[in-house]
């Protein structure tokens, strides 16, 4: 494949929204191509290039990234969407939009923070204090005074 030239999208729309607007004035195609080529300051091959790139580009509208003219060799893969006028071929290239990616699926494993499980504070006991027993706690362990609750 040897590229030709190329043609972004947005200089496709405006020449599409401009070559419209002169349709509906009732202008004939030689005028419009005039119009375009004065517009766009286009003139021989790349004019009619031009041209045959907004025909393509008016077929393949939604999601179009811009229209590559380029010649392909005998026996070399044509692309599907290619369209082929004279020896030159109009080929539009698409935005690919990455789909989001699927939410995973809770099944109880995982998630969170990593670690050893459990629950508390490292140095908190069951029931007890992060900070060690209370006084009360002490006075009990050691049978004086009441027992906690």
């Known amino acids: 494949m040897k590229l030709v030239t190329e043609f972004p999208v ?3 729309n405006k020449a599409l929204s401009a070559k419209a607007a002169l349709a509906t004035s009732g202008k ?3 005028e419009i191509e005039t119009s375009l080529a004065e517009a766009f300051k286009l003139e021989g091959d790349k004019l009619k290039f031009f041209v ?7 077929e393949n509208a939604t ?8 010649t392909f060799a005998e026996g070399e893969k044509i692309p599907a969407k290619a369209v082929q006028v004279e020896e030159h071929h109009y080929i ?5 939009v990455a789909k989001p990616a699927a939410p995973a ?8 923070r990593g670690g050893r499980g459990g629950g508390g ?3 908190e006991k ?3 204090s992060p900070w060690g027993m209370s006084p009360e706690e002490i006075a009990a362990k050691k049978g004086k005074g009441p027992k906690p609750a």
Not at 52 to 58: H, I, K, P, R, S
């Open 10 to 12: 947005f200089t496709l």
């Open 92 to 96: 539009p290239e698409f935005i690919t």
């Open 63 to 70: 999601d179009l990234k811009r229209v590559f003219v380029a």
């Open 105 to 112: 699926a809770k099944d109880g494993k995982g998630g969170g």
């Open 121 to 123: 504070n490292r140095g």
């Open 52 to 58: 045959n790139a907004l025909n393509v580009a008016g």
């Open 126 to 128: 069951k029931g007890g």
């Open 28 to 30: 004939t195609p030689e």
